[in-house]
């Protein structure tokens, strides 16, 4: 299953030149779309620089999403998704529900995953930081963790990239609370945020519409819990194999997360 919410992309920095004796420009991003609105940047912008900002902190999101089956009406399941994360190499994270009972542990060098309901796991050598191991799963076995981009240490270079329609709705209820309401296109997706209107800008909800799948399927997730400051327990990122657990091969592991599941956030056929 791909699991990563939008395609990657790479925000350029353009400086002006230096003159003797004076100082550098600061870097200046580059023009938005025309179709994308600058209260819509704006707010998504402030979310990604306080996800970026933020040291270390965990998260409870309930996700449905829809399946759909050759001649069969449309259904939608649900799972419920917990991540813990301490930038830059720590991350531990488990899911579920309706499709998945699976957990994984990150601890900086490896990364290890458990399927509770067989009681096997895989084991594999990690880069040193979330951003890359990240990328290491998905490119190696096509797996990303859910909410990745939200995990990741630029979220707002993410989530941008490949926008080519953006708008602000106003003012909208997500998980209880008031929230700027956005709404952004790409090429194969449509997808909506709920950002807290409060003094901390997280996100609260989204909803991703799969335009070019036959019947437009749905993500959604909604970000129940945030903890900001947690007091992670001693071990929470170390993996221990359970009693009687079998280990089996980490792209073996893989094969049903990408099989017969809908697409996630952002994913195409053919990956990023």
Known sequence: MRLKLFLAGTLLALTAPVLAGAQPSPPVSPPLPPGVEVRADQELRKMGAFLAKLPRFALEAEETFDEIAAGEPKSELTNVRRAAVVRPDRLAADA????????????????????????????????????????????KYGVVLPLADLVNSDPYKVLIAGVTYGRYLGLHLAAGVPCHHLVFAQDTI?????????????????????VLEEGEPQYSATIRRWNLDPAFPEGLFTFEAPDGARKIDAAAMAAPLTENKPLPPGATEGGK
């Open 96 to 139: 579920t529900g309706d499709t998945l009972n699976r957990a994984s542990w990150y601890d900086g060098k490896t990364l290890s995953m458990l399927d509770k309901e067989h009681n096997t796991y895989a084991t594999v050598d990690a880069p040193a930081s979330i951003d890359a191991t990240l990328d290491m799963l998905e490119d």
């Open 190 to 210: 449509e997808w909506q945020i709920w950002i807290d209107a409060g003094e901390q800008p997280l996100p609260r909800k989204l909803v991703i519409t799969y």
